[in-house]
């Protein structure tokens, strides 16, 4: 029997897309994404995009927008078939091979835009079942979700991520650090050691910015959080 937290499981996740308990979901663009948009894609078109744990965000629609190609990772099909249907998209399913897993898995591409979202697990997925590395990575609750603090998925973690990514591509990063002891849940608070710990073997790291975040019950914010933002580039090994 594994000792994995509960909160790393499949089930644990598509339980909560099936109970609409989806309180980090928003309706409008993230405004960081916006901010540091031409920092991200260095002022480069046509780029490829990867969102990891895409959920239902809408920044794949805006980055979709902008003319770049993009590429989502959600092992809830819910909500895959959600972001479609409340976007007004159609796509095709097809059933793609992968070379880390056995059973070939779901692939959603969207027929109108250019979006293509794997139905499966981060962690499976490698360089050469998506066409080659991304340029840009947008990472808003990816990290924060996978429970980086339980053995090396931190550092795992990392080197997925830079095994994805171009050699001269950017990738920015939305975490949050809190006081409160909240255990394996999400989103999990990181500290600034922390990051360096889990990314400087393979990036630079710049830090853009920290907000303070008060409770806000309209988002389902019990504490107060700092939001941080930061700018990795993948360093050459
Ligand atoms: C906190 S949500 C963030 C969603 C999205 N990035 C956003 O900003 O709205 C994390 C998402 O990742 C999915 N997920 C969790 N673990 C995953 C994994 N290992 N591989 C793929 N998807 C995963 C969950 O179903 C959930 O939709």
Redesign the pocket.
């Known amino acids: 029997m594994s000792d994995e937290p509960e909160t790393t499981t499949s089930d644990f ?1 598509k339980g909560l ?1 099936k109970n609409g308990d989806i309180g ?2 928003r309706n409008e663009v993230n405004a960081f994404l916006i901010k540091y948009f031409d920092e991200l894609t260095g002022g480069r078109s046509n780029l490829r995009f990867f969102v990891p ?3 239902k ?1 809408v920044d794949m629609l805006w980055l979709a927008d902008k003319g770049h190609t993009v590429v989502g ?4 099909k819910q ?1 895959n078939e959600d972001f479609f249907a409340e976007n007004n998209l159609t796509f095709t399913v097809e059933s793609v091979e992968m070379s880390a897993v056995s059973e070939p898995v779901e692939v959603y591409k969207c027929t109108e835009k250019k979006i293509t979202i794997f139905c499966c ?3 499976a997925m490698t360089e050469n079942d998506v066409g080659g590395r991304f340029d840009a990575i947008w990472d ?3 990290l924060s ?2 429970a980086p603090s339980f053995g090396d998925r931190g550092k795992r973690y990392t080197t997925k991520m830079h095994s994805l990514l171009a050699s001269g591509g950017n990738y920015l990063l939305e975490s949050c650090y809190y006081e409160v002891d909240r255990g394996m849940n ?1 989103p999990a608070s990181i500290p600034d050691e922390q990051i360096n710990e889990m990314y400087e073997e393979h990036f630079t790291i710049k830090k853009l910015e920290v907000n303070k975040i008060q409770p806000n019950l309209d988002i389902k914010l019990s504490f107060a959080l700092d939001m941080k933002h930061y700018l990795f580039k993948p360093k050459v090994n």
Request: aromatic share 18%; net charge negative.
């Open positions: 996740w897309w980090w979901h744990l895409s959920g965000s990772v959600e092992l809830a909500a697990d981060l962690f808003r609750g990816s979700a996978i999400p």
